[in-house]
Protein backbone atom coordinates (compact mmCIF):
# COMPACT_ATOMS: atom_id res chain seq x y z
CA UNK A 1 0.00 0.00 0.00
CA UNK A 2 1.61 3.00 -0.79
CA UNK A 3 1.65 6.29 1.49
CA UNK A 4 0.71 9.78 0.52
CA UNK A 5 1.69 12.52 2.31
CA UNK A 6 -1.06 14.50 4.68
CA UNK A 7 -3.99 16.48 3.56
CA UNK A 8 -3.11 19.95 3.17
CA UNK A 9 0.57 19.44 2.55
CA UNK A 10 2.46 19.68 -0.58
CA UNK A 11 5.92 18.49 -2.17
CA UNK A 12 7.36 21.04 -3.90
CA UNK A 13 9.71 19.21 -6.85
CA UNK A 14 12.35 20.62 -8.83
CA UNK A 15 10.59 22.95 -11.73
CA UNK A 16 8.78 24.65 -8.95
CA UNK A 17 11.43 24.75 -6.32
CA UNK A 18 13.41 27.09 -8.07
CA UNK A 19 10.91 29.85 -8.03
CA UNK A 20 10.08 29.43 -4.64
CA UNK A 21 14.40 30.10 -4.01
CA UNK A 22 13.40 32.79 -6.27
CA UNK A 23 11.12 34.74 -4.29
CA UNK A 24 12.55 34.03 -1.10
CA UNK A 25 15.89 35.65 -2.49
CA UNK A 26 14.04 38.73 -3.45
CA UNK A 27 12.14 38.37 -0.19
CA UNK A 28 15.34 38.32 2.17
CA UNK A 29 17.14 41.69 -0.55
CA UNK A 30 13.92 43.31 0.18
CA UNK A 31 14.59 43.17 3.65
CA UNK A 32 17.97 43.89 3.56
CA UNK A 33 17.05 47.07 1.99
CA UNK A 34 14.73 48.32 4.85
CA UNK A 35 17.04 46.80 7.27
CA UNK A 36 14.45 43.97 8.52
CA UNK A 37 17.23 40.77 9.86
CA UNK A 38 16.66 37.13 10.22
CA UNK A 39 15.15 35.22 13.04
CA UNK A 40 14.59 31.80 12.91
CA UNK A 41 12.83 30.17 15.71
CA UNK A 42 11.26 26.76 16.56
CA UNK A 43 8.70 25.06 14.82
CA UNK A 44 6.83 24.03 18.20
CA UNK A 45 6.47 25.97 20.86
CA UNK A 46 4.32 25.55 24.19
CA UNK A 47 0.96 25.70 23.51
CA UNK A 48 0.30 27.86 26.03
CA UNK A 49 2.30 30.78 23.82
CA UNK A 50 -0.06 30.68 21.16
CA UNK A 51 -3.39 30.35 23.81
CA UNK A 52 -1.86 33.40 25.02
CA UNK A 53 -0.58 35.04 22.19
CA UNK A 54 -2.66 34.65 19.41
CA UNK A 55 -5.81 34.46 22.04
CA UNK A 56 -8.09 32.41 23.15
CA UNK A 57 -11.06 33.22 21.41
CA UNK A 58 -9.74 33.04 17.83
CA UNK A 59 -10.40 30.35 15.45
CA UNK A 60 -6.81 29.23 15.02
CA UNK A 61 -6.72 28.67 18.96
CA UNK A 62 -9.72 27.10 19.51
CA UNK A 63 -10.42 25.09 16.04
CA UNK A 64 -6.62 25.15 13.56
CA UNK A 65 -3.95 23.87 16.17
CA UNK A 66 -1.77 21.01 15.90
CA UNK A 67 -1.46 20.23 19.26
CA UNK A 68 0.20 17.11 21.34
CA UNK A 69 1.97 16.08 24.31
CA UNK A 70 5.25 15.78 23.39
CA UNK A 71 6.80 12.01 25.32
CA UNK A 72 7.68 14.28 28.46
CA UNK A 73 3.78 15.35 28.82
CA UNK A 74 4.17 18.49 27.92
CA UNK A 75 1.75 20.41 25.79
CA UNK A 76 3.51 21.75 22.80
CA UNK A 77 1.86 22.84 19.31
CA UNK A 78 3.27 23.43 15.83
CA UNK A 79 3.57 27.28 15.31
CA UNK A 80 0.19 28.49 13.56
CA UNK A 81 1.82 31.77 12.82
CA UNK A 82 5.73 33.35 13.52
CA UNK A 83 4.63 36.65 16.15
CA UNK A 84 3.95 34.94 19.03
CA UNK A 85 7.50 33.18 18.81
CA UNK A 86 8.96 36.26 17.36
CA UNK A 87 7.61 37.87 20.99
CA UNK A 88 8.54 35.42 22.95
CA UNK A 89 12.24 35.14 21.89
CA UNK A 90 12.18 38.36 22.39
CA UNK A 91 11.40 38.62 25.88
CA UNK A 92 13.54 35.39 26.14
CA UNK A 93 16.39 36.89 25.09
CA UNK A 94 16.26 40.24 26.39
CA UNK A 95 16.19 42.12 23.29
CA UNK A 96 14.33 44.93 24.81
CA UNK A 97 17.31 45.93 26.71
CA UNK A 98 19.60 46.24 23.52
CA UNK A 99 20.29 50.28 22.31
CA UNK A 100 19.15 49.71 19.09
CA UNK A 101 15.81 50.00 18.79
CA UNK A 102 13.35 49.59 17.23
CA UNK A 103 14.05 45.71 16.55
CA UNK A 104 13.49 44.68 12.97
CA UNK A 105 12.92 41.21 12.33
CA UNK A 106 12.16 38.80 9.13
CA UNK A 107 11.05 35.39 9.08
CA UNK A 108 10.31 32.93 6.53
CA UNK A 109 9.29 29.16 7.53
CA UNK A 110 6.20 26.64 7.16
CA UNK A 111 3.37 27.21 9.81
CA UNK A 112 0.65 25.10 10.49
CA UNK A 113 -3.10 25.17 10.81
CA UNK A 114 -5.88 22.28 10.72
CA UNK A 115 -7.91 24.07 8.18
CA UNK A 116 -10.22 22.64 5.07
CA UNK A 117 -7.78 22.60 2.59
CA UNK A 118 -8.98 24.41 -0.72
CA UNK A 119 -6.57 26.33 -3.66
CA UNK A 120 -4.61 29.18 -1.06
CA UNK A 121 -5.46 27.21 1.98
CA UNK A 122 -3.37 24.27 3.03
CA UNK A 123 -2.50 22.84 6.58
CA UNK A 124 1.31 23.60 6.03
CA UNK A 125 1.96 26.39 4.59
CA UNK A 126 4.96 28.52 4.17
CA UNK A 127 5.09 31.89 5.87
CA UNK A 128 7.34 35.23 5.22
CA UNK A 129 6.63 38.03 7.58
CA UNK A 130 8.19 41.14 9.68
CA UNK A 131 8.25 42.20 13.26
CA UNK A 132 9.26 45.85 14.22
CA UNK A 133 9.06 45.64 17.82
CA UNK A 134 9.97 48.88 20.45
CA UNK A 135 8.32 51.82 18.39
CA UNK A 136 5.45 54.04 18.71
CA UNK A 137 5.84 55.79 15.53
CA UNK A 138 3.18 55.65 13.00
CA UNK A 139 6.19 55.85 10.32
CA UNK A 140 7.23 52.58 11.30
CA UNK A 141 3.33 51.34 10.56
CA UNK A 142 3.86 53.07 6.69
CA UNK A 143 7.28 51.12 6.30
CA UNK A 144 5.96 47.84 6.87
CA UNK A 145 3.27 48.91 4.52
CA UNK A 146 5.36 49.99 2.45
CA UNK A 147 7.39 46.72 2.57
CA UNK A 148 4.41 44.85 2.51
CA UNK A 149 3.65 46.23 -0.78
CA UNK A 150 7.02 45.80 -2.09
CA UNK A 151 7.17 42.32 -1.62
CA UNK A 152 4.54 41.45 -4.34
CA UNK A 153 5.38 44.85 -6.22
CA UNK A 154 9.21 43.78 -6.72
CA UNK A 155 8.34 40.27 -7.98
CA UNK A 156 6.47 42.15 -11.05
CA UNK A 157 2.50 41.92 -9.47
CA UNK A 158 -0.13 45.29 -9.92
CA UNK A 159 -3.59 43.89 -9.31
CA UNK A 160 -3.24 44.74 -5.53
CA UNK A 161 -5.05 46.26 -3.53
CA UNK A 162 -4.48 47.61 0.36
CA UNK A 163 -7.45 47.43 2.76
CA UNK A 164 -6.81 49.18 5.98
CA UNK A 165 -8.30 49.70 9.34
CA UNK A 166 -7.74 51.44 12.77
CA UNK A 167 -8.83 49.14 15.98
CA UNK A 168 -7.97 52.40 17.80
CA UNK A 169 -6.10 52.01 21.12
CA UNK A 170 -7.54 49.68 24.52
CA UNK A 171 -10.24 52.74 25.33
CA UNK A 172 -11.52 53.25 21.88
CA UNK A 173 -12.10 49.51 21.73
CA UNK A 174 -13.74 49.02 24.75
CA UNK A 175 -16.13 51.47 23.44
CA UNK A 176 -16.75 50.12 20.08
CA UNK A 177 -16.97 46.67 22.04
CA UNK A 178 -20.07 47.66 24.22
CA UNK A 179 -21.53 49.52 20.34
CA UNK A 180 -21.61 46.06 19.52
CA UNK A 181 -23.33 44.47 22.23
CA UNK A 182 -25.79 46.87 22.49
CA UNK A 183 -26.31 46.09 18.81
CA UNK A 184 -26.15 42.71 18.32
CA UNK A 185 -27.49 41.19 21.85
CA UNK A 186 -31.35 41.80 20.33
CA UNK A 187 -30.13 39.36 17.76
CA UNK A 188 -28.30 37.08 19.59
CA UNK A 189 -30.05 34.20 19.01
CA UNK A 190 -30.00 34.90 14.74
CA UNK A 191 -26.89 34.53 15.10
CA UNK A 192 -24.62 30.93 14.77
CA UNK A 193 -23.78 29.00 17.54
CA UNK A 194 -19.74 30.31 17.65
CA UNK A 195 -21.13 33.80 17.68
CA UNK A 196 -22.97 33.80 20.19
CA UNK A 197 -20.05 32.93 22.43
CA UNK A 198 -17.81 35.12 20.48
CA UNK A 199 -20.57 38.38 21.30
CA UNK A 200 -19.63 37.44 24.92
CA UNK A 201 -15.72 36.87 24.87
CA UNK A 202 -14.80 39.31 21.70
CA UNK A 203 -17.67 40.59 19.92
CA UNK A 204 -14.82 42.30 17.06
CA UNK A 205 -14.74 38.56 15.60
CA UNK A 206 -18.37 38.75 14.78
CA UNK A 207 -17.54 41.32 12.11
CA UNK A 208 -15.43 38.15 10.39
CA UNK A 209 -17.78 35.48 10.72
CA UNK A 210 -18.19 33.61 7.11
CA UNK A 211 -21.77 31.96 8.68
CA UNK A 212 -23.40 35.42 9.65
CA UNK A 213 -21.99 37.61 6.88
CA UNK A 214 -24.98 38.33 4.80
CA UNK A 215 -26.99 38.97 8.41
CA UNK A 216 -28.83 42.13 8.19
CA UNK A 217 -27.33 43.64 11.51
CA UNK A 218 -23.83 42.84 9.67
CA UNK A 219 -24.22 45.97 7.48
CA UNK A 220 -25.46 48.54 10.26
CA UNK A 221 -23.05 47.23 12.98
CA UNK A 222 -21.04 50.35 14.69
CA UNK A 223 -18.22 51.43 13.20
CA UNK A 224 -14.65 51.55 15.11
CA UNK A 225 -14.05 54.73 13.17
CA UNK A 226 -16.71 56.71 15.05
CA UNK A 227 -15.11 55.02 18.07
CA UNK A 228 -11.90 56.14 18.17
CA UNK A 229 -10.89 58.29 20.67
CA UNK A 230 -8.27 61.65 19.81
CA UNK A 231 -5.01 59.92 20.46
CA UNK A 232 -6.51 56.80 18.45
CA UNK A 233 -7.65 59.19 15.25
CA UNK A 234 -4.89 61.31 14.97
CA UNK A 235 -2.32 57.92 14.96
CA UNK A 236 -4.42 56.28 11.93
CA UNK A 237 -4.68 59.96 10.66
CA UNK A 238 -0.66 60.24 10.75
CA UNK A 239 -0.07 56.45 8.98
CA UNK A 240 -2.27 57.73 5.80
CA UNK A 241 -0.41 60.39 5.74
CA UNK A 242 3.09 58.71 5.93
CA UNK A 243 1.19 56.77 2.79
CA UNK A 244 0.43 59.71 1.16
CA UNK A 245 4.06 60.78 1.35
CA UNK A 246 5.30 57.99 -0.23
CA UNK A 247 2.36 57.79 -2.85
CA UNK A 248 0.61 54.83 -1.57
CA UNK A 249 -2.88 54.21 -2.24
CA UNK A 250 -5.00 52.47 0.05
CA UNK A 251 -8.45 51.59 0.96
CA UNK A 252 -10.13 52.06 4.31
CA UNK A 253 -12.50 49.27 5.72
CA UNK A 254 -14.21 49.89 8.97
CA UNK A 255 -15.23 45.77 8.97
CA UNK A 256 -11.50 44.80 8.53
CA UNK A 257 -10.98 42.97 11.78
CA UNK A 258 -7.88 40.18 11.67
CA UNK A 259 -8.34 36.67 12.35
CA UNK A 260 -5.70 37.22 15.57
CA UNK A 261 -6.75 39.11 18.81
CA UNK A 262 -3.62 40.79 19.62
CA UNK A 263 -4.49 43.99 17.04
CA UNK A 264 -5.22 47.78 17.97
CA UNK A 265 -4.13 50.88 15.73
CA UNK A 266 -3.36 49.55 12.26
CA UNK A 267 -5.11 46.56 10.88
CA UNK A 268 -4.81 45.88 7.14
CA UNK A 269 -4.91 43.42 4.54
CA UNK A 270 -3.61 43.08 0.84
CA UNK A 271 -5.50 41.32 -1.50
CA UNK A 272 -5.30 40.36 -4.86
CA UNK A 273 -7.64 41.44 -7.85
CA UNK A 274 -6.30 38.83 -10.67
CA UNK A 275 -9.02 36.91 -12.38
CA UNK A 276 -8.45 33.82 -11.85
CA UNK A 277 -6.68 34.28 -8.22
CA UNK A 278 -9.24 32.13 -6.60
CA UNK A 279 -12.32 32.64 -4.16
CA UNK A 280 -9.59 33.38 -1.17
CA UNK A 281 -8.46 37.25 -2.28
CA UNK A 282 -6.83 37.90 0.80
CA UNK A 283 -2.87 38.06 -0.23
CA UNK A 284 -1.21 39.09 3.46
CA UNK A 285 -2.29 40.56 7.00
CA UNK A 286 -0.77 41.99 9.32
CA UNK A 287 -0.79 45.20 11.92
CA UNK A 288 0.15 46.75 15.21
CA UNK A 289 0.01 44.58 18.69
CA UNK A 290 0.46 45.90 21.98
CA UNK A 291 -0.34 44.12 24.92
CA UNK A 292 1.67 40.98 23.29
CA UNK A 293 4.96 41.69 25.03
CA UNK A 294 3.53 41.81 28.07
CA UNK A 295 1.53 38.69 27.86
CA UNK A 296 4.99 37.06 27.19
CA UNK A 297 6.36 38.32 30.51
CA UNK A 298 8.17 41.32 29.06
CA UNK A 299 7.87 45.02 29.73
CA UNK A 300 5.13 47.07 27.56
CA UNK A 301 6.40 47.11 23.89
CA UNK A 302 4.39 47.44 21.29
CA UNK A 303 4.85 45.97 17.69
CA UNK A 304 3.95 46.08 14.29
CA UNK A 305 4.06 43.34 11.65
CA UNK A 306 2.67 41.25 8.71
CA UNK A 307 2.94 37.85 6.99
CA UNK A 308 1.60 36.50 3.57
CA UNK A 309 2.32 32.96 2.60
CA UNK A 310 4.58 32.04 -0.73
CA UNK A 311 1.60 29.42 -1.84
CA UNK A 312 -0.64 32.68 -2.28
CA UNK A 313 2.42 34.77 -3.94
CA UNK A 314 2.92 32.18 -5.94
CA UNK A 315 -0.63 31.69 -6.85
CA UNK A 316 -0.96 35.42 -7.74
CA UNK A 317 2.04 35.17 -10.26
CA UNK A 318 0.35 32.89 -11.89
CA UNK A 319 -3.12 33.87 -11.87
CA UNK A 320 -1.47 37.20 -13.33
CA UNK A 321 0.91 35.65 -15.73
CA UNK A 322 4.60 36.87 -14.18
CA UNK A 323 7.03 34.57 -15.79
CA UNK A 324 9.57 34.70 -13.03
CA UNK A 325 13.38 34.77 -14.74
CA UNK A 326 15.14 31.28 -13.65
CA UNK A 327 17.60 29.34 -15.32
CA UNK A 328 16.56 25.74 -15.90
CA UNK A 329 19.74 25.11 -18.24
CA UNK A 330 22.79 22.79 -17.54
CA UNK A 331 26.16 24.46 -17.91
CA UNK A 332 27.66 21.85 -19.22
CA UNK A 333 27.31 17.83 -19.63
CA UNK A 334 30.29 15.21 -19.96
CA UNK A 335 29.55 12.43 -22.59
CA UNK A 336 32.41 9.66 -21.96
CA UNK A 337 33.04 6.40 -23.79
CA UNK A 338 35.19 3.73 -22.45
CA UNK A 339 36.87 2.99 -19.18
CA UNK A 340 39.97 5.46 -19.19
CA UNK A 341 37.91 8.12 -20.78
CA UNK A 342 35.20 7.60 -17.64
CA UNK A 343 37.44 7.78 -14.97
CA UNK A 344 38.92 11.30 -17.25
CA UNK A 345 35.65 12.31 -17.15
CA UNK A 346 35.01 11.84 -13.68
CA UNK A 347 38.19 14.23 -13.16
CA UNK A 348 37.12 16.61 -15.60
CA UNK A 349 33.90 17.25 -13.77
CA UNK A 350 35.81 17.54 -10.49
CA UNK A 351 37.55 20.08 -11.74
CA UNK A 352 34.96 21.82 -13.46
CA UNK A 353 32.59 22.06 -10.27
CA UNK A 354 35.21 23.34 -8.00
CA UNK A 355 36.13 25.92 -10.57
CA UNK A 356 32.05 27.55 -10.32
CA UNK A 357 30.79 25.68 -13.27
CA UNK A 358 27.34 23.73 -13.40
CA UNK A 359 28.43 20.14 -14.89
CA UNK A 360 26.06 16.44 -14.99
CA UNK A 361 27.16 13.41 -16.51
CA UNK A 362 25.72 9.71 -17.07
CA UNK A 363 25.61 7.60 -14.40
CA UNK A 364 23.54 4.70 -16.24
CA UNK A 365 26.47 3.19 -18.47
CA UNK A 366 24.41 4.57 -21.50
CA UNK A 367 25.59 4.57 -24.97
CA UNK A 368 27.74 7.81 -26.64
CA UNK A 369 23.98 8.31 -28.79
CA UNK A 370 21.90 8.26 -25.60
CA UNK A 371 23.93 10.11 -23.57
CA UNK A 372 23.62 13.23 -26.33
CA UNK A 373 19.36 12.88 -25.77
CA UNK A 374 19.71 13.02 -21.92
CA UNK A 375 22.23 16.29 -22.89
CA UNK A 376 19.51 17.64 -24.78
CA UNK A 377 16.58 16.71 -22.79
CA UNK A 378 18.60 18.42 -19.55
CA UNK A 379 18.99 21.51 -21.35
CA UNK A 380 22.64 21.50 -21.71
CA UNK A 381 24.97 24.69 -22.77
CA UNK A 382 27.72 22.57 -23.69
CA UNK A 383 28.18 18.89 -24.25
CA UNK A 384 31.83 17.92 -23.55
CA UNK A 385 32.96 14.32 -25.55
CA UNK A 386 35.51 11.79 -24.35
CA UNK A 387 36.24 8.83 -26.32
CA UNK A 388 39.62 6.91 -26.24
CA UNK A 389 40.57 8.82 -29.32
CA UNK A 390 40.53 11.80 -27.04
CA UNK A 391 42.09 10.49 -23.70
CA UNK A 392 44.91 8.88 -26.23
CA UNK A 393 45.79 12.74 -27.78
CA UNK A 394 44.93 14.20 -23.86
CA UNK A 395 42.01 16.31 -25.96
CA UNK A 396 38.42 17.14 -25.10
CA UNK A 397 36.03 18.25 -27.69
CA UNK A 398 33.59 21.06 -26.82
CA UNK A 399 30.31 21.25 -28.44
CA UNK A 400 28.50 24.19 -28.14
CA UNK A 401 24.93 23.27 -28.23
CA UNK A 402 23.23 26.14 -29.62
CA UNK A 403 25.54 27.48 -32.24
CA UNK A 404 26.09 23.58 -32.77
CA UNK A 405 29.75 24.52 -33.25
CA UNK A 406 32.60 22.12 -31.93
CA UNK A 407 35.90 22.76 -31.36
CA UNK A 408 38.74 20.23 -29.62
CA UNK A 409 40.37 21.72 -26.47
CA UNK A 410 43.46 20.67 -24.93
CA UNK A 411 42.57 18.62 -21.50
CA UNK A 412 44.74 21.32 -19.41
CA UNK A 413 43.16 24.06 -21.09
CA UNK A 414 39.55 22.87 -20.52
CA UNK A 415 38.89 24.70 -17.36
CA UNK A 416 40.19 27.86 -18.77
CA UNK A 417 38.26 27.25 -22.04
CA UNK A 418 34.72 26.55 -20.12
CA UNK A 419 35.14 29.75 -17.91
CA UNK A 420 35.66 32.09 -20.53
CA UNK A 421 33.04 29.91 -22.30
CA UNK A 422 30.33 30.41 -19.88
CA UNK A 423 31.47 32.95 -16.70
CA UNK A 424 32.63 35.43 -19.03
CA UNK A 425 36.44 34.56 -18.64
CA UNK A 426 36.53 35.68 -14.60
P1 LIG B 1 -2.86 35.72 9.32
O1 LIG B 1 -3.80 36.67 8.68
O2 LIG B 1 -3.42 34.64 10.16
O3 LIG B 1 -1.84 36.63 10.16
O4 LIG B 1 -1.96 35.06 8.21
C1 LIG B 1 -1.19 35.86 7.36
C2 LIG B 1 -1.12 35.25 5.99
O5 LIG B 1 -0.68 33.90 6.05
C3 LIG B 1 -2.44 35.17 5.24
O6 LIG B 1 -2.80 36.40 4.67
C4 LIG B 1 -2.09 34.13 4.18
O7 LIG B 1 -1.26 34.69 3.17
C5 LIG B 1 -1.23 33.18 4.98
N1 LIG B 1 -2.03 32.04 5.47
C6 LIG B 1 -2.69 31.93 6.64
N2 LIG B 1 -3.27 30.73 6.74
C7 LIG B 1 -2.97 30.06 5.61
C8 LIG B 1 -3.25 28.74 5.12
N3 LIG B 1 -3.95 27.86 5.83
N4 LIG B 1 -2.76 28.39 3.90
C9 LIG B 1 -2.03 29.26 3.18
N5 LIG B 1 -1.72 30.50 3.60
C10 LIG B 1 -2.18 30.90 4.80
C11 LIG B 1 -0.78 36.14 10.85
O8 LIG B 1 -0.38 35.03 10.78
C12 LIG B 1 -0.07 37.20 11.67
N6 LIG B 1 0.99 36.55 12.44
C13 LIG B 1 0.47 38.30 10.78
C14 LIG B 1 1.17 39.35 11.56
C15 LIG B 1 2.49 39.51 11.71
N7 LIG B 1 0.60 40.30 12.26
C16 LIG B 1 1.52 41.03 12.85
N8 LIG B 1 2.69 40.54 12.54
Redesign the pocket.
Known sequence: MSINAPRGTQDILPGASEKWQYVEKKLVDLCRRYHYKEIRTPIFEHTELFQRGVGDSTDIVQKEMYTFEDRGGRSVTLRP???ASVVRSFVQNKIHGSPNQPTKYFYIGPMF?Y?RPQQ???RQ?V?F?I?ALGSDDPAIDAEVLALALDSYREMGLSSLRLVLNSLGDLESREAHRNALIRHFDPHRDELCADCQVRLDQNPLRVLDCKKDRDHPAMATAPSILDYLNTYSKEYFDKVKEYLDVMGIEYEIDPNLV???DYYNHTAFEIMSDAEGFGAIT??????R?TGLVEEVGGPATSGI?????L??LLMALEAEGVELPIDEELDCYLVALGEEAEKVSVRVAYQLRKAGIQVDKDYLGKKMKAQFKTADRLGAKHVLILGDREVEENVINVKDMVSGEQKEIPLDDIETYMKNQLLGGE
Not at 282 to 287: A, K, M
Not at 305 to 309: E, L, P, T, V
Open positions: EGTREGRQFQGERGLTLSGGGYGFAMSER
